[in-house]
């Protein structure tokens, strides 16, 4: 059951689809995010199949989103642990949630998501890197940038 | 093709995969939040099947995500904008697309965000609502909320 691809898309969006956008991948991340990270846990958690699972893991080792590290000598045992890359993945997880939170929790919030950093309960903003606000739809623009190799109609 | 569910996991992240997990509906949303608001236009930009468009787009109606609007009587013509609840999708779309630039766009971002708020190039970070700093693997703590309806483990 291979989807098809959108690697053909120029634009980041497709891109990043096209590595966690099938449809286990940023559950798995998730889990792990939690401290979730040996395979019968995962397994259990989501009650996915074990097949489905196992190429899904294969896949993010693979793009150098995850490691597989032994932990155990005797005997071997595994877990899967974050690179940097899929560490990275924590804020598409967040808006995902933040999304959700709001518009399809209708008993209020499954979780509740503290940051560290400044002790306080936190509802994810997708914010600008410049001025700070909260990014909203019909608030931006885009153009075309350096890796835009075709003329393309983005507006 | 129908996908297995995950409306089982009290989870918003699940919640929210399962109204926009499926393999095209974000980049259909990208679409329209480029202004590309008719079937053809979309179709043609995708170069997705006519037949699952159209599903993802019915999807997308039936759960309030867009409305589908007539804009010409003679012939009749539709278009699809996006909700409130569309709307705040944007974040889900900019993140994903932050993490492409960084991680997938090895000629440079295809795409450059202005935040037109402020007038500045964006890049699009998923911040605390309290306190404005990113929000980082390993920098959040979750806890159950009061929308969850039985004991699971996070971690």
């Known amino acids: 059951m291979k989807r098809s691809s959108v690697a053909h898309l120029q634009c980041s969006i497709a891109q ?9 991948t940023l559950l798995v991340l998730r ?6 990270r040996r395979f019968e846990a995962i397994q259990a958690d989501l ?7 196992s190429d899904r893991l294969s896949m993010l080792v693979e793009h150098g989103i995850l490691e597989r590290v032994m932990y155990q000598e005797h005997p071997q045992r595994f877990e899967y642990r974050p690179t940097a890359k899929g560490r990275d993945l924590m804020g598409v997880l967040l808006a995902l949630m933040a999304w959700g939170d709001k518009w399809a929790a209708p008993d209020g919030k499954p979780m509740l998501v503290t940051h560290t950093d400044c002790g306080h309960e936190t509802t994810p903003t997708v914010a600008c ?6 990014l909203q739809w019909g608030h931006t623009r885009v153009q075309a940038g350096p890796g835009l190799q075709r003329s393309v109609d983005v507006g």
């Open 16 to 24: 990043t689809l096209e590595l966690v956008g099938e449809w286990w």
């Open 47 to 53: 009650g996915i199949a074990r097949n489905v699972l």
């Open 129 to 134: 890197s410049h001025c700070g606000g909260e």
């Open 31 to 36: 889990n792990i995010s939690f401290g979730q």
